[in-house]
């Protein structure tokens, strides 16, 4: 279990959660006006913010597991 984590790692989940909630913000909107394409767009937008913070923070563990 990593003690301190890079700052990088803190930027990007606080982007990332931003990012998933705007989201699923807009595409639940967009599915209650009716409009269901977009809203699968929309729901659609969530995976790139979930894969880069996994990224990250697979990385950061990684870089950690390197070093010591």
Not at 2 to 27: C, F
Not at 29 to 42: I, P, Q, T
């Amino acid at each position: 279990m990593q003690e301190t984590l890079p700052p990088y790692v803190l930027v990007v989940r606080i982007g990332s959660i931003l990012g998933m909630s705007l989201a699923l913000a807009v595409g639940l909107l967009l599915l209650l006006g009716g409009f269901v394409l977009a809203s699968l767009v929309a729901f659609a937008a969530f995976l790139p913010s979930l894969g880069i913070m996994v990224y990250a923070e697979r990385r950061a563990a990684r870089d950690e597991q390197a070093e010591g």
